[in-house]
T-cell receptor, first 111, second 113 residues
Framework: GQQLNQSPQSMFIQEGEDVSMNCTSS?????WLWYKQDPGEGPVLLIA?????ELTSNGRLTAQFGITRKDSFLNISASIPSDVGIYFC???????????FGKGNQVVVIP | DGGITQSPKYLFRKEGQNVTLSCEQN?????MYWYRQDPGQGLRLIYY???????QKGDIAEGYSVSREKKESFPLTVTSAQKNPTAFYLC????????????FGDGTRLSIL
């Protein structure tokens, strides 16, 4: 199965700062998804993107579907301690319900 | 509340033993999935099922088996043929075969005694 490239792999940020992460692929996707995983728990869906160029927000989170359909980014504004966790991107092709996942970004927020 | 329930949370297996991980959903989702997660890795697909009584192998199906006798249930058996079973196992479901996001359970951590 295909793996997506997520960078950076880990980030240490000061509370209150913004953080951005991106996800790239050599393939085109019809859907981009962003998940957050807390230790010992399953990933929780944060944002789903369905159209190239789409920009969607969920509270302090904003994600965009790249216009080439080969990338996506996620931004967290004004980080707080509970933002700590692993953020995964996933791509999906129309008509194929299998997801390709990135390896995740570990975010650590320093109070 | 609707959701996906995985049990047990922690499971220990002896060498040569088969173990079964449970996954139940009350979301009325057609499709269900099993993933394996290793430290620092993305999720790898073991098996998936788009409809009752049908399932397909994912990328790492060797040493695993599944069944889908009911829409709400998709148990995973880790057989003795799986030589490195220690991992975090995640079950997911989605509404249909089109581009609907998958929703995950809270996982089962399997360890070898």
């Amino acid at each position: 199965g295909q793996q997506l490239n997520q960078s950076p792999q880990s980030m240490f940020i000061q509370e209150g700062e913004d953080v951005s992460m991106n996800c790239t692929s050599s393939s085109i996707f019809n859907t981009w998804l962003w998940y957050k995983q807390d230790p010992g728990e399953g990933p929780v869906l944060l944002i789903a993107l369905y159209k190239a160029g789409e920009l969607t927000s969920n509270g302090r989170l904003t994600a965009q579907f790249g216009i080439t359909r080969k990338d996506s980014f996620l931004n967290i504004s004004a980080s707080i301690p509970s933002d700590v966790g692993i953020y995964f991107c996933a791509g999906q092709l129309y008509g194929n319900n299998r997801l390709a996942f990135g390896k995740g970004n570990q975010v650590v927020v320093i109070p | 509340d609707g959701g996906i329930t995985q049990s047990p949370k922690y499971l220990f297996r002896k060498e040569g033993q088969n173990v079964t991980l449970s996954c139940e959903q009350n979301l009325n989702h057609d499709a269900m999935y099993w993933y394996r997660q290793d430290p620092g890795q993305g999720l790898r697909l073991i098996y998936y099922s788009q409809i009752v009584n049908d399932f397909q192998k994912g990328d790492i199906a060797e040493g695993y088996s599944v069944s889908r006798e009911k829409k709400e249930s998709f148990p995973l058996t880790v057989t003795s043929a799986q030589k490195n079973p220690t991992a975090f196992y995640l079950c997911a479901s989605s509404t249909d075969r089109d581009v609907q996001p998958q929703h995950f359970g809270d996982g089962t951590r399997l360890s070898i005694l």
